[in-house]
Nanobody, 124 residues
Framework: QVQLVESGGGLVQEGGSLRLSCAASGRTFRNYALGWFRRAPGEEREFVAALNYNGAYKNYKESVKGRFTISRDNAKNTVYLQMNSLKPEDTAVYYC?????????????????WGQGTQVTVSS
């Protein structure tokens, strides 16, 4: 059974930083690409960042490039999202998921099972 448990969100002022974590289980973690997604109020869920199975390739939404960094620890079955220079428009619930293509980070199709997400609120 796939489980995804996101944590690390919170309320932060504009320009601040947060580090999100996602503990994943139910699949052989090291064989999968992983992604972070977010859903702002009234919006559809959108792609934020992707990392291939061995950590060699990354892909980011244009608006977070240079501010967010995705990483993984295969020993802990955990993926991280370091978020710096946060802006009010980054406010959303953030989710992680396995991605269907293990190596091509331009293919950001997630699987169907989602966790509960973690709320990130950036005040101006």
């Amino acid at each position: 059974q796939v489980q995804l448990v996101e944590s690390g969100g919170g309320l932060v002022q504009e320009g601040g930083s947060l580090r999100l974590s996602c503990a994943a289980s139910g699949r052989t973690f090291r064989n999968y690409a992983l992604g972070w997604f977010r859903r702002a109020p009234g919006e559809e869920r959108e792609f934020v960042a992707a990392l291939n199975y061995n950590g060699a390739y990354k892909n980011y939404k244009e608006s977070v490039k240079g501010r967010f960094t995705i990483s993984r620890d295969n020993a802990k079955n955990t993926v991280y999202l370091q978020m710096n220079s946060l802006k009010p428009e980054d406010t959303a619930v953030y989710y992680c998921n396995y991605l269907r293509d293990a190596n091509n980070t331009r293919d950001v199709r997630p699987y169907d099972t989602w966790g509960q997400g973690t709320q990130v609120t950036v005040s101006s």
